[in-house]
């Protein structure tokens, strides 16, 4: 099993799941800035989500910054997507909660720190 395609792969697919609900579904609840918020962290998730997939056809897994890799792209899409969609849900429902806020940027560093370690692999 290569977990960089399986992980990745789920995170597509929830990625999918989780646009057409926020498309369909939360549209209705949502004002246009929570929608759009939304949608950032779907596209955010699907484009960490095709990296993911990406690497793990490429890679050999046998360096730590390989390794240090996987882990960055996956803990960062689940920080920065998902504390943004668990702030516009419960924005939406009038009981935000604010302690999401300060993981959002965490996540985001972490998925730079991905970028990161895929160019020091790439030049190692």
């Given amino acids: 099993m290569n977990i960089f395609i399986t992980t990745g792969a789920v995170f597509g697919a929830l990625g ?13 609840f949502f004002n246009d800035e929570q929608l759009k918020n939304f949608e950032t962290g779907v596209k955010y998730q ?4 095709l990296l993911l997939v990406l690497v793990g056809f490429n890679l050999k897994f046998v360096t730590n910054y390989q390794n ?3 882990y960055s792209l996956t803990l960062g899409i689940i ?19 604010k302690v999401l806020g300060p993981i959002t940027p965490i996540g985001g560093l972490l ?6 370690l895929l160019i020091l692999n790439s030049i190692s």
């Fill in 68 to 70: 240090l890799l996987y």
């Fill in 111 to 116: 998925l730079l720190l991905s970028w990161i």
């Fill in 79 to 97: 920080l920065f997507s998902f504390s943004i969609y668990g702030l516009c849900i419960s924005g939406a429902l009038n009981k935000k909660l």
């Fill in 16 to 28: 999918i799941i989780l646009g057409a609900f926020g498309a369909h579904a939360l549209k209705k």
């Fill in 46 to 49: 699907m484009y960490h989500a």
